[in-house]
């Protein structure tokens, strides 16, 4: 079995800074396809933040571009977020994902971590 952890999280002013970090343990026999960030705010959808391929190729949501960086770590598995001008929309339960992706039709199976809060508040 897979298990995806989080790191990172916590309190932030207004235009503050943080880096979440993602790490997988247990069967991890080869690295994710993909790996990404997902938040999900009270009272909302969870929704995509960032996305990486084993290839280095990502992929932001629109409200995070220029703000948010995603980054594969050297070990096996492990993906960065560092976020900046974080403002108080941003406040929400981060999730690190991992996917393999499993048949030529591109179905995934995924992996998720439990998540780290995020507050951004004065």
């Known amino acids: 079995q897979v298990q995806l952890m989080e790191s990172g999280g916590g309190l932030v002013q207004p235009g503050g800074s943080l880096r979440l970090s993602c790490a997988a343990s247990g069967s991890t026999r080869r690295n994710f396809d993909a790996m990404g960030w997902y938040r999900q705010a009270p009272g909302k959808q969870r929704e995509l933040v960032a996305t990486v391929t084993s290839g280095g190729s990502t992929n932001y949501a629109d409200f995070v571009k220029g703000r948010f960086a995603i980054s594969r770590g050297s070990a096996k598995n492990t993906v960065h977020l560092q976020m900046n001008s974080l403002n108080p929309e941003d406040t929400a339960v981060y999730y690190c994902?991992?996917?393999?992706?499993?048949?030529?039709?591109?179905?995934?199976?995924?992996?998720w971590g439990p998540g780290t809060q995020v507050t951004v508040s004065s």
């Open positions: 994902n991992g996917a393999y992706v499993i048949n030529v039709e591109g179905a995934k199976r995924e992996f």
